[in-house]
């Protein structure tokens, strides 16, 4: 895995103790990979982190059917190529494969593909239901590779269903924080999976209003709001860190001189919740384009993008101690 440095800035911290404080490592929009989800069970010895967050969107977006035909010989399109499996064992490596890159594998006969084919309801059902056994997959994977010595929190986003709450709140190993306050180290993480309208009308979007109000009621729970942090999947309005293509009633980007027209896309609620509450640090995904950190009065506010369809993740990590975020880092691996 290799790091690349992309920006530091604050103070504190020292040259000679990188885990000064409490060293976190944080990563979203990880949209099916599990090369990125291996990385991201891999940070805390690679980075020397003690807390892992994971910001949302879990899942991916497309099933790869595996089809036994009636001479017992198995057949796959993947990334346009058309596989004849011989045996179990080249199976399971195109299923490998098909993982890593953001995908699903199922295995499956032709006369289901054509029922499927047939009826949008009953293949949504097939689809969650293999979304959900994967991410079970990705949480008995970090039960097994997680220490003790690792605090780990994740939450969903607003591309996910809500039956992919389950197996995060089931882990042994990972905090499912979704809507709540949690103790992390001597801070406060609050925490909200929930993203304001977008043209996908996904599982998880509110007015701008109602997202507020979520997070006010959350943030006045908070005893120390300028020692906490905020693990909200959208980021703020206008900050730098929501820029993405505008889109026409069709879905198409705007094109002007040639150029697509890009627009902050963030929610004002976050935004106004953070000029606010002001707290310590706040960490955001949703946007894979936009990759960067900021200030907002007196909080760090982040997004590390995404760029999951490559196998690489986009990260951030930090140094939280004495009320100051140093040492901090915008990392790929």
Request: proline share 5%; hydrophobic share 35%.
């Amino acid at each position: 895995m290799a790091l690349r440095l992309l920006r530091k800035q604050g103070r504190g911290g020292s040259a000679e103790d990188p885990t000064a404080g409490l060293r976190i490592y944080y990563a979203s929009d990880l949209h099916g990979s599990e090369s990125c989800w291996r990385k991201f069970l891999a940070a805390p010895k690679f980075y020397k982190a003690s807390v892992l967050i994971l910001g949302g969107d879990l899942a991916g977006k497309v099933l790869v059917p595996i089809v036994e035909e009636d001479s017992g010989r198995r057949t796959a399109t993947f990334m346009g190529e058309r596989h004849e499996l011989r045996d179990d064992a080249q199976v399971e490596e195109l299923e490998q494969r098909i993982r890593f890159n953001g995908l699903y594998p199922y295995r499956t006969t032709a006369a289901r593909v054509d029922e499927l084919s047939g009826d949008p309801a009953l293949a949504a059902r097939v689809f969650e239901d293999v979304l959900v056994a994967e991410l079970q997959r990705w949480c008995d994977l970090a039960d097994e590779r997680l220490s003790d010595e690792v605090q780990a929190f994740a939450i969903c986003g607003n591309d996910d269903p809500w039956s992919l709450d389950e197996p995060l709140r089931n882990s042994r190993r990972l905090t499912f924080c979704d809507d709540q306050v949690v103790e992390v180290g001597g801070h406060e993480l609050l925490s909200l999976s929930y993203a304001n309208r977008t043209p996908w009308d996904s599982e998880r979007e509110l007015d701008e209003d109602e997202l507020y109000r979520r997070i006010e009621r959350l943030a006045s729970q908070l005893e120390r709001p300028e020692h906490a942090i905020f693990n909200l999947h959208v980021p703020p309005y206008d900050s730098g860190l929501d820029v993405a293509p505008q889109l026409d009633d069709e879905l198409k980007p705007v094109m002007s001189g040639g150029a697509p027209v890009s627009i902050p896309v963030g929610s004002t609620a976050v935004r106004q919740a953070i000029e606010e509450f002001q707290p310590l640090l706040s960490l955001h995904g949703h946007i894979h384009e936009c990759r960067g950190a900021t200030t907002i009065g007196r909080t760090l506010a982040v997004n590390p993008g995404s760029d999951y369809a490559s196998g690489r993740i986009d990260g951030w990590v930090g140094n939280v101690a004495e009320g100051e975020v140093h040492r901090h880092q915008l990392v790929s691996g």
